[in-house]
């Protein structure tokens, strides 16, 4: 046994849908609309769209309403309550998109950096060999240590653990190598 949840005057408007479902019925159509569109507006604004977006949402509406009425079902809900529900989500997926902004294209953030200059990628070339100089004259235990730490991105935990050695003498050659490097790298200026 089938039953409705509508009686009366709701299931006018039940009814008006499933003739625009089954038969695309320009006149029911024209009588939701004439009902609900200013219902809809109302509640819409009521919620805080202003007029314009208000109108452009019910406008939305109308035409899902149109399109899709044969999903419509009245087992689970009365029109209106289908109707009001579509306008709901319409409202949410237009707030969403005003709140993530649209790509742009020209934002420089997203503008991949040009070639880096000549002069420049000599003078890193040149600070590289330096550095690498500097870290060469170390003692082995030291320049083993500052390539784990800074190029490896190791934590001193980890140097310790792998190496055998305690935290603080890790820490401390490490804080020597670092040490003797500034040195080294002012002797090469």
């Known amino acids: 046994m089938e039953t409705t949840t509508t009686s009366g005057t709701a299931g006018i408007y039940d009814g008006l849908v ?8 320009r006149a029911a159509f024209a009588e939701l609309f004439t009902h609900f569109a200013p219902r809809l507006k109302a509640y819409l604004m009521r919620l805080g769209s202003d007029a314009a977006t208000a ?3 019910v406008q939305e509406v109308m035409l899902t ?69 500097a870290i060469e004259s170390l003692p082995p235990e ?19 653990d792998r190496s055998g050695l305690p935290l603080g003498t890790v820490k401390s050659r490490i804080r020597l190598a670092m040490q003797r490097l500034r040195e080294r790298m002012e002797d090469l200026d």
């Open 142 to 160: 030291q320049s083993d240590l500052i390539r784990r730490a800074y190029f490896e991105e190791q934590s001193h935990r980890e140097i310790a």
């Open 55 to 57: 109108e452009e949402v």
């Open 65 to 133: 309403i149109w399109r899709k009425a044969a999903s419509f079902d009245r087992r689970q809900a009365s029109a209106s309550t289908w109707i009001f529900t579509i306008a709901r989500n319409r409202r949410i997926d237009r707030l969403r998109r005003e709140r993530r902004p649209e790509f742009d294209p020209n934002d420089p953030a997203l503008v991949p950096d040009g070639p880096e200059a000549a002069d420049r990628v000599v003078w890193t070339g040149q600070i590289e060999g330096r550095v690498r100089i």
């Open 18 to 25: 499933e003739a625009i479902a089954t038969r695309a019925d």
